[in-house]
């Protein structure tokens, strides 16, 4: 989460339209047919952001055409392709609107369902979630997984959602600018964007089967959100304070390891029981050193979390608004 820098910056346009986009020459024409369709109902001006994510084929010709002719169209180009959340993270810093809208590029997501979106951000909540209550892809390889992720994913963060993968997102202008993205995490924008205090709502989308192009992933993904969660779990309870987190563990460790070695010291030096051919001292011994390494670390992670924070300007708090009268 970052609250300093680019936070603050007065939105100048209604609505920003993010997507990122990796090989999908067959889809974008078509897509911005139906997104500027819809953005024409929409009142306010707006602007559809194309961040072209190293695209090997003839999807960035086609981007530079749709900026030339339609003035609303940004494309932002990367040098190489660096992945949908960095894409989405650039997306993002670029974004003028009061709202921005992300959706994918291969017409799964459907543009029709923006203004719903809008109706939401405009009951007062700042982040709204697709849910793709019928979603069309293979069952094997992304809708089980896909299940599954969704159970663990809202088991280990406060944020209950339906559907955490898919893509159609609206947000306030200052959650945007709030949230640091890393890795690939843009699954888990609401969780850490509930940590900062925002307030989100769920609202049933339509999902379409791909037509043309291909997923970029396949079933290696659930594993690396897997890890993607436990890096989420530890930020959103224990970064800024991570000697609680690895101290407990060392503190039980260590306390029984304590308990073991005393124990084979009183027998030795009181009945004479001698310690050297025990398994027991192992296990004493191993179990102290592990709390006393602990310990170490979270002391060590303690000092890091200070470098991040200070090195950085970054504050422990966020703030959803200022009021002074000056
Ligand atoms: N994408 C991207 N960079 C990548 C992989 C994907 O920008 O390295 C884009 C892709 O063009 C699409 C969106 O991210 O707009 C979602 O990708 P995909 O449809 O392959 O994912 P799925 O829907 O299968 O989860
Ligand atoms: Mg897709």
């Not at 530079?64 to 990367?78: A, K, N, P």
């Not at 993002?92 to 992300?102: H, I, K, P």
């Not at 979603?135 to 390889?141: A, I, V």
């Not at 006393?292 to 991040?308: C, D, K, P, S, W």
Request: with cysteine; net charge neutral.
């Amino acid at each position: 989460m970052n609250n300093s820098r680019k936070g603050y910056d007065k939105p100048t346009l209604k609505l920003s339209v993010v997507l990122p986009v990796f090989n999908e020459e067959d889809n974008i024409t078509e897509l911005h047919n139906e997104i500027a369709a819809v953005l024409d109902t929409i009142e306010g001006q707006s602007e559809v952001i194309y961040v072209d994510d190293g695209s090997s084929d003839s999807t960035l010709e086609k981007l530079r055409d749709l900026h030339r002719i339609y003035t609303r169209v940004v494309v932002v180009e990367f040098r190489r392709n660096f992945g949908q959340t960095a894409a989405m993270a650039a997306g993002f810093e670029f974004a003028r609107g009061q709202v921005v809208v992300a959706m994918d590029a291969d017409r799964q997501n459907d543009p029709a369902d923006i203004p719903k979106l809008l109706d939401k951000i405009e009951e007062g909540y700042d982040l709204v979630s697709g849910w793709r209550h019928d979603r069309k892809d293979g069952y094997l390889l992304r809708l089980l997984p896909s299940r599954i992720a969704n159970k663990l994913i809202s088991w280990a963060t406060d944020v209950k959602l339906h559907d955490y993968g898919c893509s159609l997102k609206a947000f306030r202008h200052d959650v945007v600018k709030q949230i640091s993205l890393y890795g690939e995490m843009h699954r888990f924008i609401p969780a850490l964007a509930s940590a900062v205090g925002v307030s989100i709502a769920e609202v049933k989308v339509n999902h379409r089967p791909r037509v043309a192009g291909e997923s970029k992933y396949g079933i290696s993904r659930t594993f690396r959100v897997v890890l993607d969660l436990i890096t989420v779990k530890f930020l959103l309870r224990y970064s800024s304070k991570p000697l609680q987190f690895f101290g407990s563990f060392g503190l039980i460790s260590g306390f029984i390891g304590f308990l073991i070695c005393l124990y084979l010291t009183i027998e030795k030096l009181f009945y004479q029981v001698p310690m050297s051919d025990r398994p027991l001292l192992l296990l004493g011994i191993l179990l102290l050193f592990i709390g006393l390494q602990f310990i170490t670390v979270g002391l060590l992670a303690e000092l890091m979390t200070r470098t991040y924070h200070e090195a950085q300007d970054k504050p422990i708090y966020t703030i959803r608004k200022l009021l002074r009268k000056d």
